[in-house]
């Protein structure tokens, strides 16, 4: 297995330290670079591919969690910080532990083995920095609620864009996912999914009926788009 690559960002110099003897340790753990600030850490995301980040909440200029929002591919996430009260802010962004300070190294190390698994997850069955299908697969990978879901092309009805998350309708309920539709158009295969709309994209195969610019999806009507229309009839209909 190829090193989990680290990117460390926190605005104190001893936090910054404490991870870097932390990642040394382990030999699975590649540490990029530490940076002091959310945007030296932009810059190198930018250039470089980081598997894993360790992330502060409290920095000036930006915290970790607006920091975050404005990543569109998203790296596996920790959460360091000194302030419980953010837990739920990180639960919301689906990160994937929340370590708070002064930690110790065996809650280090717990909360590194579930982001190597979800790592290894994502690399053997999705894109690296989104959930997606991996080629000749008929299912996709889905990280929401602290899991990753193996979600069968067949039981998905259509998913629903919802700003910083798409949601996943199956006939069982919705799965949320921090992911966008873009990315997923990209990675779905596009002769079992379209894009109908701006906010959604639906089965092909669960597509009971175009009624105007709607089509019906089981007991759901959903808009078709007027720049989407033209793919829907000459793909669908």
Avoid: W
């Avoid at 009805?157 to 539709?181: D, K, W």
């Amino acid at each position: 297995m190829k090193p989990i690559r680290c990117l460390v960002v926190d605005d104190e110099e001893l936090a910054r330290a404490l991870l870097q003897n932390y990642i040394g340790r382990l030999p699975q753990l590649e540490l990029v670079a530490a940076c002091a600030n959310p945007l030296e850490a932009m810059a190198l995301l930018q250039q470089q591919h980081i598997d894993l980040l360790f992330l502060d909440i409290q920095m000036p200029e930006l915290t970790g969690i607006e920091f975050l929002r404005t990543l569109t591919h998203k790296p596996v996430v920790i959460f360091t910080t000194a302030y419980s009260e953010y837990a739920l802010d990180g639960y919301a962004l689906d990160v994937t532990d929340y370590l708070l300070k002064p930690f110790p190294f065996e809650r280090f190390l717990l909360a590194v083995n579930k982001a190597i698994a979800l790592v290894q997850a994502r690399t053997a069955g999705a894109p690296a920095a989104a959930d997606g299908a991996a080629p000749g697969k008929e299912y996709v990978l889905v990280k929401a609620d602290h899991k990753v879901h193996r979600l069968k092309f067949d039981d998905i009805l259509y998913i629903q864009s919802m700003r910083e998350y798409v949601a996943f309708h199956t006939p069982q309920g919705r799965i949320l996912s921090l992911n966008s539709l873009k990315s997923l158009e990209d990675s779905l295969p596009p002769e079992r999914f379209i894009r109908i709309h701006k906010s959604y994209m639906v089965s092909i195969p669960k597509i009971d009926a175009l009624d105007g610019n709607f089509v019906q999806v089981g007991a759901e009507r959903l808009p078709i788009g007027a720049n989407y229309k033209e793919a829907v009839l000459s793909r669908v209909f």
